[in-house]
Structure formats: C-alpha cells, structure tokens
C-alpha cells in the first residue's frame, strides 16, 4: 500500500518557477531517501535530486543546480521539488522516487506530473 502522489506540474513560461509535491504513505517515510526523476519524450529516466532521510544532505543533476532545490517535511511525508529559473530543457514529466531499502523491498514510483516550459 505505498504511495506516492504527485501534484503541482503544469505549464510555465521560461524563467517561471513551479513547486512540484510528492506526498507518501505506506511507509516509514522519515527513514528513507527521497528522490525526483523525469523524463523527457525519446530520452531515458534520469535522476534530477535526491535527499537523505533527514534532509541533510541533497544532490543534484549538474543541469538543475543552482535552480532546483529538493526539501522535504517529514511531519507531513511530502516531499517537493522547488523548480527556478525553468528552461524548455526542462520539460518532462517529473517522477517522485522511494529507493529500495529497509522495508521497501523494491523502488516506488509516484504516477508522474507533466512539467511543461513553453512561451
């Protein structure tokens, strides 16, 4: 019964920002690393930003650093994704990943948001 749902994709101008939300359940959701994805019409799934349990420690792609930031509040088992400065390149639909560990014994994906950055 894990879930993972996603909300705030959607269409935005060059240079808009957007605020993407994962929220989880069916797991212990402040024991575990959170990461986003996406992936864009013809490529492959990448990771976009990853966070440690805690929200420590984050790391991003090199193509969104300086303009996403990942958070997470565990009190709420939300995760988000603060998109900036968005370019067209940035244009995928946008995934919430729970790794594998612990008592989830594989990967749990959200059902994906459509991220659009058009003029």
């Known amino acids: 019964q894990v879930q993972l749902v996603e909300s705030g994709g959607g269409l935005v101008q060059p240079g808009g920002s957007l605020r993407l939300s994962c929220a989880a359940s069916?797991?212990?959701?402040?024991?575990?690393?959170m990461s986003w994805y996406r992936q864009a019409p013809g490529k492959e799934r990448e990771l976009v930003a990853a966070i440690t349990s805690a929200g420590g420690s984050t790391n991003y792609a090199d193509s969104v650093k300086g303009r996403f930031t990942i958070s997470r509040d565990n009190a709420k088992n939300t995760v988000y994704l603060q998109m900036n400065s968005l370019k067209p390149e940035d244009t995928a639909v946008y995934y919430c990943?729970?790794?594998?560990?612990?008592?989830?014994?594989?990967?749990?994906w959200g059902q994906g948001t459509q991220v659009t950055v058009s003029s």
């Open positions: 990943n729970a790794p594998a560990r612990f008592e989830l014994f594989r990967d749990y």
């Open positions: 069916g797991f212990t959701f402040s024991s575990h690393a």
